[in-house]
């Protein structure tokens, strides 16, 4: 779509109802993602952000771990509205972006700039947050739908050793997504009057 990047901003929302089509191809939302980690900021230029794309039967096997660590979870308590909300929001779409940080980054700078040693898991996670904004906006501008989840670290173990990710990439973050179904509903905004505060001469 050729939207500016506010109207972009604006549009971004949660979909969780989600088809397995793609108005992108596999190779066009690599690129895509390869866009925004080569651009987007981070503190000390560290580029600590990971990204795994999970498409087809990874994408799927991404969230039957999920499925299968949750249901152990309930312990015999019933699991079909969690089971319903997996396949239908997650499962149902066409694939996933995990979110990542790679601590060994992290260690090496608090031991090279001690000062600022207690702030840089911070940073880390705000460096992530921006790349999850940044891919979450343009997917939606390219027709997908898209929310983020945090199943984390329930299934960290298990992710790391299906897709013999390193040790030290500590998982943030899950973005499954889609061509949406069904629109989400209005969201409310709270006053920009409690939230912003200007002064000008």
């Given amino acids: 779509m050729n939207r500016t990047f506010t109207e972009a901003m604006k549009h971004r929302r949660s979909y969780y109802a989600l088809s397995n089509h793609s108005p992108l191809s596999a190779e066009e939302i690599e ?4 866009n925004v980690v080569t651009h987007v900021p981070s503190a000390f230029n560290s580029q600590t952000s990971r990204i795994v794309l999970l498409i087809g039967k990874h994408h799927q096997k991404l969230w039957e771990i999920v499925e299968n660590i949750l249901r152990d979870q309930m312990n015999g308590r019933p699991f079909d509205d969690t089971k ?5 929001s997650f499962a149902s779409g066409y694939g996933t972006v995990l979110f990542f940080e790679d601590e060994t980054i992290v260690k090496e700078l608090q031991k090279e700039y001690s000062t600022y040693k207690d ?3 911070e940073w ?11 891919i979450w906006t343009l997917l939606e501008d390219a027709g997908l739908g898209a929310s983020l989840q945090h199943y984390n ?9 299906e897709w013999n990710l390193p040790e030290e990439w500590k998982l943030v973050a899950q973005m499954p997504f889609g061509t949406p179904v069904e629109e989400p509903g209005e969201k409310e905004f709270q006053s920009l009057a409690k939230r912003v505060k ?4």
């Fill in 198 to 201: 200007v002064y000008k001469s």
């Fill in 153 to 161: 670290p329930l299934i960290d173990k298990a992710v790391a050793k």
């Fill in 124 to 134: 880390a996670h705000h460096t992530s947050a921006m790349h999850q904004f940044a």
């Fill in 84 to 88: 319903a909300k997996i396949d239908k």
């Fill in 31 to 34: 690129s895509l993602i390869n």
């Fill in 119 to 121: 702030k840089f898991p």
